[in-house]
Nanobody
Framework: VQLQASGGGLVQPGGSLRLSCAAS????????IGWFRQAPGKEREGVSC????????DYADFVKGRFTISRDNAKNTVYLQMNSLKPEDTAVYYC?????????????????WGQGTQVTVSS
């Protein structure tokens, strides 16, 4: 049972990346999925989440209008489309799954965590 985050890389300011969070050993649509990030010397912060029950989404204010979370149940994968990237978006991005959206989004607690993928926004 694991989550595999991928898709990070180096991108110039204003550019785009799409992160993927693929699950193996369990069905993602039974869970709420969240994306989190942690920059050096900073605490982990929530970026976006999507519920397992109705697909509702939520975003941190600092990514609203720029990032979009989505899920493809057939591929057992959740995506984070990141547009208009800024240098302050530089961080390691993690995905996590929990069967309770509140516990995942408000408390940053998850049953499963991916290993993280590095996103660097720099010219």
């Amino acid at each position: 049972v694991q989550l595999q985050a991928s898709g990070g890389g180096l991108v110039q300011p204003g550019g785009s990346l799409r992160l993927s969070c693929a699950a193996s050993g369990f069905t993602l649509d039974d869970y709420a999925i969240g994306w989190f990030r942690q920059a050096p010397g900073k605490e982990r912060e929530g970026v976006s989440c999507i519920s397992g029950s109705d697909g509702s989404t939520d975003y941190a204010d600092f990514v609203k209008g720029r990032f979009t979370i989505s899920r493809d149940n057939a591929k057992n994968t959740v995506y984070l489309q990141m547009n208009s990237l800024k240098p302050e978006d530089t961080a390691v991005y993690y995905c996590a799954a929990d069967d309770m959206l509140f516990r995942l989004w408000a408390l940053h607690q998850g049953d499963y965590w991916g290993q993280g993928t590095q996103v660097t926004v720099s010219s």
